[in-house]
C-alpha cells in the first residue's frame, strides 16, 4: 500500500506494468465523539461517496446513492451507509476501467455531506483504492479540520490505454452529490 498525499500520482497498473482492469473505491469515517453540544446526543453524520465522470472537460455521468450506476454501467456505487458506524468501508464504489467508455477521460471521487455537517464532524475518513485482486493499491486519509461540507478525495484520469491516480484531497462545499459539477470543474 502507498500513502498517497496531496498532488501525488500512481499508475494503475499491475507489478509487471499491466494496465489493471478494475478497481474499488472504498470511503470509511467515523463521527467525532466530541462532535456536536455536550449532552445533545448529536446526530450520526451521514457521508456519501460519489464519482463523478467527465469527458473532454464536460459532465458525462455520476454515481452516488440515489443513482447507483453510469449509463454503461462501469462505475457502480454498492449502497449507502449513513451512519459511518462499523469497521472497513462505509461505502463503496467499483469502476471497470476496461469497460468505462472511451470518451470518458477524468473520474473524480468526492464525499460529501448530506446533512450539512463539516468534516470537523468526522475521523478517521479515507478514500481508498484496491485492485481486482483486493490489494490496497493506495489510500488517501481525509484529517480532521476541514471546514467544507464536502470533499475531493480523488482523481482518476485515462492515460493511453491505462489510468493514474492523483490523490487531491480538497475541501470543497457541497452537500448533494448532484449538486457538485460546478465545484468539480477546478479539478479535471
Request: hydrophobic fraction near 40%; glycine fraction near 10%.
Amino acid at each position: 500500500m502507498i500513502e498517497l498525499t496531496k498532488g501525488e500520482e500512481l499508475a494503475l497498473t499491475s507489478a509487471d506494468g499491466t494496465p489493471l482492469a478494475k478497481v474499488l473505491m472504498g470511503l470509511g469515517w467515523d463521527k467525532e465523539k466530541s462532535a456536536g453540544f455536550i449532552g445533545s446526543g448529536a446526530p450520526d453524520v451521514d457521508l456519501d461517496a460519489s464519482a463523478v465522470a467527465f469527458a473532454g472537460g464536460q459532465y458525462a455521468d455520476m454515481v452516488f446513492y440515489n443513482n447507483l450506476q453510469t449509463r454503461d454501467e462501469s462505475v457502480v456505487h454498492l449502497g449507502d451507509n449513513q451512519s459511518g458506524r462499523g469497521e472497513g468501508d462505509d461505502e463503496v464504489i467499483t469502476v471497470d476501467l476496461a469497460r468505462v467508455h472511451p470518451k470518458i477521460d477524468t473520474i473524480l471521487f468526492q464525499v460529501s455531506s448530506y446533512q450539512g455537517h463539516t468534516l470537523e464532524w468526522v475521523r478517521n475518513a479515507y478514500c481508498r483504492l484496491v485492485d481486482e485482486h483486493d490489494t490496497e493499491l493506495a489510500r488517501i486519509t481525509l484529517t480532521n479540520g476541514v471546514k467544507e461540507t464536502g470533499a475531493v478525495m480523488a482523481r482518476i484520469t485515462r492515460d493511453g490505454p491505462q489510468w493514474k491516480l492523483k490523490a487531491i484531497g480538497q475541501g470543497i462545499a457541497v452537500k448533494v452529490p448532484s449538486e457538485s459539477v460546478e465545484a468539480l470543474r477546478p479539478f479535471v
